[in-house]
C-alpha cells in the first residue's frame, strides 16, 4: 500500500472548521448589539489585559501596548463581521493569522488566554445577559481550542517557480528598475495581465505578506514592495498595445477601510487596455466620498475590493449607497473576504468574482446585455 501524506495543518484547520460550523447562528439584535458597543468593549478589553498582563507578561511587554490595541481592535472587527455574515468556518484563518503573528513576536499561550477571558468579561460588563449567551459562544469556541491554533504549523513563505523566486529577491532589495525591467522581459510568457498577476504578482505578494507575520520582515520593508509592485503594473500594462477607445465606463475602487489595492489597480489597468473609460478611486476612502465620485463619473459597472474579512461590513453599507446612488450600474465585487461571504454578498451585488479575468469577463457581459 502506499504510503499517504497527511498534512498536519490541514487535518487541524479543517477539525476547527467543522466545530466553528457548530457554532449557532447570533441573532441581529445581539449582532447589533455587538455592534453599537463595540468601542466601549475594546476599551474594557484594553484596561482588562492591561491589568491582568501584569501578572503573566508584564515584563515582556514593554512598548507593545500599541501593537497589541491594534491587534485587539483587529480582532474585535472579525468578530463582528463572523456574527455578522455567519462566518463561522472563516473564524478559524482569521484566529490563525492572529495567533500566528502574535506567536512570531514572542506572544504565548498566557497572553492569549488572558486576551480572550478580557473579552468574555467586557461582553459580560457591557451587554445584557440574553444577547451574551449569544455573543460569547465565539471566544468560548477560542479558549476551549487555543492548544489546537497554538498547534497549527507556522506557514511558508517559500515560492517554488523560479520567476517569484527572482522577483521577490529584487522586490525585498528594493531594487524598483530591475524588478519592473524583469516582468516586462516576461511579457510573452503571460498571455494576459490577468494571468501577470495570478501567476506571478499574487504568489509573491502572498509570500511578503506571510514574512510580515513571522516577523521575518518589517511594515516598511512589505510596504515598499507592494509600492514596487504597483510600478511594476505601470510598467507592464505600458508595454502592451491598447485598444481603440469604448463609450463604455468603469468606476473601480476598494472599500472602506481596505488599505489592499493592487489587485482592483490591476483591473483598472487591464480595463484601461481593453478601452473602457476608467476612473480608479485607489485604496480606502470614506464611503461619501466614494459614492459622491461615483455619482459624478455616472459608470457603466462599478467594481468594488475587499480582501480583509473586517472589512465586510463597510462592504456592504457602501454597496447599499452606491445602489440608491447609481441604480443603473451593475455592481461587481471582489477580493478575499468577498469570496468568503459570497452566499451573503450576492444579494447586494450584481456578481461577486473569484479573480481579475473573471471580473472582466462578466463586467462585458453585463455592459453587452444592457446595450
Same mark, same amino acid.
Given at each position: 500500500?502506499?504510503?499517504?501524506?497527511?498534512?498536519?495543518k490541514?487535518?487541524?484547520?479543517a477539525?476547527?472548521?467543522?466545530? @466553528?460550523?457548530?457554532l449557532?447562528?447570533v441573532?441581529?439584535s445581539a449582532?447589533e448589539?455587538?455592534?453599537?458597543?463595540?468601542?466601549?468593549l475594546?476599551d474594557?478589553?484594553?484596561?482588562k489585559?492591561?491589568?491582568?498582563a501584569r501578572?503573566c507578561?508584564?515584563?515582556f511587554?514593554?512598548?507593545r501596548?500599541?501593537?497589541l490595541?491594534?491587534?485587539?481592535?483587529?480582532?474585535?472587527d472579525i468578530?463582528?463581521? =463572523?456574527?455578522e455574515?455567519g462566518?463561522?468556518e472563516s473564524? =478559524?484563518?482569521?484566529?490563525?493569522?492572529?495567533v500566528s503573528t502574535?506567536s512570531?513576536?514572542?506572544? %504565548?499561550?498566557d497572553?492569549f488566554?488572558?486576551?480572550l477571558a478580557?473579552w468574555?468579561s467586557?461582553l459580560?460588563?457591557i451587554?445584557?445577559?440574553a444577547?451574551?449567551?449569544e455573543?460569547?459562544a465565539?471566544p468560548?469556541?477560542l479558549?476551549?481550542n487555543?492548544?489546537g491554533?497554538l498547534g497549527?504549523?507556522?506557514?511558508s513563505?517559500?515560492l517554488? #517557480?523560479?520567476?517569484q523566486?527572482?522577483?521577490?529577491?529584487?522586490?525585498l532589495e528594493?531594487n524598483?528598475?530591475?524588478?519592473?525591467a524583469?516582468v516586462?522581459?516576461l511579457? %510573452?510568457?503571460?498571455?494576459s495581465p490577468?494571468g501577470?498577476f495570478?501567476?506571478?504578482?499574487a504568489?509573491v505578494l502572498?509570500s511578503i505578506g506571510?514574512?510580515?507575520q513571522?516577523?521575518?520582515l518589517?511594515?516598511a520593508?512589505?510596504?515598499a514592495a507592494?509600492e514596487?509592485?504597483?510600478y511594476? =503594473?505601470?510598467?507592464f500594462?505600458?508595454s502592451?498595445?491598447r485598444e481603440?477607445? %469604448?463609450?463604455?465606463?468603469?468606476y473601480i475602487?476598494?472599500?472602506?477601510?481596505?488599505?489592499h489595492a493592487?489587485a482592483?489597480?490591476?483591473?483598472?489597468?487591464v480595463?484601461n487596455?481593453k478601452?473602457?473609460?476608467?476612473?480608479f478611486s485607489?485604496?480606502s476612502?470614506?464611503?461619501?466620498?466614494?459614492v459622491?465620485s461615483?455619482?459624478?463619473f455616472?459608470p457603466d459597472? =462599478?467594481?468594488?475590493s475587499?480582501s480583509l474579512?473586517?472589512?465586510?461590513?463597510? @462592504?456592504?453599507?457602501l454597496?447599499?449607497?452606491?445602489r440608491?446612488?447609481?441604480?443603473?450600474?451593475?455592481?461587481?465585487l471582489?477580493?478575499? #473576504?468577498a469570496?468568503?461571504a %459570497?452566499?451573503?454578498?450576492?444579494?447586494w451585488t450584481?456578481?461577486?468574482?473569484?479573480?481579475?479575468?473573471d471580473?472582466t469577463?462578466?463586467a462585458?457581459a453585463m455592459?453587452?446585455r444592457n446595450a
Open positions: 500500500m502506499a504510503n499517504t501524506f497527511i498534512d498536519p490541514t487535518t487541524l484547520s477539525t476547527l472548521k467543522q466545530g @466553528a460550523r457548530e449557532a447562528q441573532s441581529a449582532t448589539a455587538f455592534r453599537q458597543s463595540l468601542p466601549r475594546l474594557l478589553v484594553n484596561k489585559f492591561a491589568i491582568d501578572y507578561c508584564d515584563a511587554l514593554g512598548n501596548l500599541d501593537f490595541d491594534d491587534m485587539h481592535k483587529h480582532l474585535g468578530f463582528q463581521a =463572523v456574527y455574515f462566518l463561522f473564524l =478559524v484563518d482569521e484566529f490563525s493569522w492572529y502574535a512570531c513576536r514572542g506572544f %504565548k499561550k497572553y488566554e488572558k486576551m478580557a468574555k467586557a459580560h460588563g451587554l445584557e445577559p444577547k451574551v449567551h455573543l460569547a465565539l468560548g469556541f479558549v476551549r487555543l492548544d491554533f497549527m504549523p507556522q506557514p513563505d517559500e517554488e #517557480a523560479e520567476p523566486k527572482r522577483l521577490i529577491k529584487l522586490l528594493r524598483r528598475r530591475e524588478a519592473a524583469y516586462v522581459s511579457a %510573452k510568457e503571460y498571455p490577468q501577470l495570478q501567476s506571478l504578482l504568489p502572498h506571510r514574512l510580515w513571522s516577523n521575518k518589517s511594515a520593508d512589505e510596504h507592494f514596487i509592485c504597483r511594476i =503594473v505601470f510598467r500594462c505600458d502592451l498595445g481603440p477607445k %469604448k463609450s463604455i465606463k468603469a475602487g476598494c472599500v472602506t477601510g481596505e488599505e493592487l482592483a489597480e490591476m483591473m483598472a489597468e480595463l487596455l478601452g473602457w473609460n476608467v476612473f485607489g485604496r476612502a470614506p464611503l461619501e466620498e466614494t459622491r461615483a455619482r459624478q455616472q459597472v =462599478v467594481f468594488l475587499v474579512i473586517p472589512n465586510l461590513p463597510s @462592504a456592504r453599507d454597496i447599499i449607497a452606491v440608491s446612488s447609481i441604480p443603473g450600474a451593475r455592481i461587481i471582489g477580493g478575499a #473576504a469570496l468568503a %459570497k452566499h451573503v454578498m450576492e444579494k450584481d456578481a461577486v468574482v473569484e479573480n481579475i479575468q471580473g469577463r462578466k462585458f455592459v453587452i
